[in-house]
């Protein structure tokens, strides 16, 4: 096909100043926030508009032309990297907050507006409700990202995560229908479909409206850090908590190498005796909060806790939040790469699947810094690497892939919340049978025959091949 034609098509579609097509910023999009890189693609569109996306679909069907929609990028598994070239669709542009509805409890928003933009927008409205789901990345990621990979968050333990808060959606499918399921009303005949679409990782179609709920604020916060002497002492806290009866809002978990990351980046002043910490948040009504704390101080000292310290009411929270939040950033000081594991177990095997995310790393002669959504079981095994040492890139992925096996044999999962895109594909028959597959694979090739829709991602590329020969 003629580059030249291609892209007047597509001006004709978008308009020619949402078409980039350059060398450079082609090869921006080659990538996402994981380790894998894209083939060269064609074309980078940026659409405003639900039909123009339909349209964009129909003339790749026509020319038998691969699309992945995208959001900022952030994610951690390659989804919305293009894997066979062909068209990006940037959902940038369409980042309008539709609708905020506080009588119904919910707002209506386009794919492209960032997550902390919609909580902003419900708070102008006053400070009685909010979008929950708050990945580490909200500050930049999409709730069309947020959609598409189901993604998780510190606050998923009590709230859940984003599927839990999503009423509908406006999708244009591979055919170019755009199509509405679920709806602003509380229960919708039929099958879930709304529930197929969420964590369908760009793969069925493309999010152009999303209906969220709203959750109340809760009327008082009090955040707290624990700091241990093992990791084991941590992690046994966690379930120590919770089957004392509390839920807590967030329970995270860092052992000493990222707390060591964070002290250099940011200053905390941990104890040099703390192996671990865990920072846990809990809200309710006011009267209860006093009692609550002590009982987790209880639990705490259980496991041997070395130092627990209390703040009370958000803003102050955040001092005790920050060694989390700014846990990512510190480990780019650790080398030139990072490889961010995503598993999840039971939360009882929390101590156990950490003993063995040790035992890998050392096996493997590895750096692991660990930090974990532990209320939820979900660990983040991070290997600083360098893309530029010959062999590490290798040795780091065969590590992460035994850590994904452990956690399966646990009774866990290969991914916690980032999703499967292209990093985990093979992972999946850790989980599935082929006939348990074949019906996930039937439901794609049902929506998108030709398999154009963010194509070869999630699938065994065992099975793609059998399937392509
Ligand atoms: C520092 C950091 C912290 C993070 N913390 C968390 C965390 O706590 N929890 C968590 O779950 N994730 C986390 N992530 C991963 C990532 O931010 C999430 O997966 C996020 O949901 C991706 O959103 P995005 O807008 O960047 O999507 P992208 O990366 O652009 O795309 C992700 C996937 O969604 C698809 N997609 C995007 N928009 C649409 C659309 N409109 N329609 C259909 N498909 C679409 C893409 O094709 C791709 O498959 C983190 C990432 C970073 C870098």
Redesign the pocket.
């Known amino acids: 096909m003629d580059i030249n034609t291609v892209i007047a098509d597509l001006e004709a579609i978008v308009g020619p100043q949402h078409v980039l097509r350059s060398r450079a910023e082609r090869a921006v999009y080659g990538y ?2 994981s380790v894998f890189r894209g083939t060269e693609l064609l074309a980078v569109v940026l659409p405003t508009t639900a039909e123009q996306i339909s349209r964009l679909v129909v003339w790749c069907r026509d020319h038998g032309v691969p699309y ?9 598994s390659g ?2 990297i293009p894997t066979h070239g062909g068209v990006v669709i940037e ?1 940038a542009l369409m980042n309008q907050v539709l609708e905020v509805d506080l009588a119904n409890r919910l707002a209506v928003v386009q ?1 492209g507006v960032v997550n902390q933009d919609l909580k902003r927008s419900v708070q102008q409205h006053g400070y009685a409700y909010t979008y929950v789901p708050d ?3 909200q500050v930049v ?2 709730i ?6 189901n ?4 606050h998923c333990l009590k709230y859940g995560i984003t599927g839990n808060h999503i009423l509908g959606l406006e999708m244009v499918l591979p055919d170019g229908d755009i199509v509405t399921v679920g709806g602003k009303a509380v229960d919708q005949p039929g099958a879930d479909l709304t529930g197929l679409l969420v964590g369908s ?2 793969t069925l ?4 409206k999303i209906i969220v709920r709203l959750l109340q604020m809760p009327e008082a916060v009090t955040t707290h850090l624990a700091l241990f002497k093992t990791v084991d002492d941590a992690a046994n806290t966690v379930s120590g908590i919770i089957s004392s009866g509390l839920l807590p809002a967030a329970m995270e978990l860092l052992d000493k190498s990222i707390m060591q990351a964070v002290d250099k980046a940011v200053h905390i002043g941990f104890p040099a005796e703390a192996g671990a910490a865990l920072i846990i948040e809990l809200d309710g009504f006011s009267d209860d909060m006093a009692r609550n704390a002590d009982r987790v101080a209880e639990v705490c000292k259980t496991h041997d806790v070395i130092s627990f310290e209390t703040e009370e009411g958000i803003e102050a929270g955040q001092r005790l939040w920050l060694s989390r939040r700014a846990a ?1 950033g510190a480990m780019a000081r650790l080398d030139t790469d990072v490889y961010i594991v995503d598993g999840c177990v039971p939360r009882t095997q929390l101590p156990e699947a950490l003993r063995r995310v040790t035992a890998i790393a050392e096996r493997y002669d590895l750096p692991i810094v660990n930090v974990a ?1 532990a209320g939820d079981g979900n660990l983040h095994p991070s290997i600083p690497f360098s893309k530029r040492r010959a062999g590490d890139i290798e040795r780091v992925l065969e590590a992460g892939r035994e850590i994904l096996e452990a956690c399966v044999e646990l009774g866990g999962s290969i991914t916690g ?3 499967v ?1 292209m990093e985990k594909q093979n992972e999946m028959t850790l989980m599935f049978t082929p006939t348990e597959l074949q019906v996930m694979r039937r439901i794609k090739l049902a929506h998108d025959p030709d398999d154009l829709c ?1 194509p070869k ?1 999630i699938f065994p590329l065992s099975m793609l091949a059998e399937a392509a020969s």
Not at 151 to 154: D, L
Not at 205 to 208: A, D, E, K, L, S
């Open positions: 996402d926030a992945v929609a995208r959001g900022t990028g952030t994610g951690i989804g919305a959902l794919p990945p580490g990345s990621s999409t069309g990202g947020n959609v598409a990979t993604a998780g968050g510190m990782e760009g179609g493309i999010v152009t990512f959504h919340e980032h999703g895109g963010n991602k």
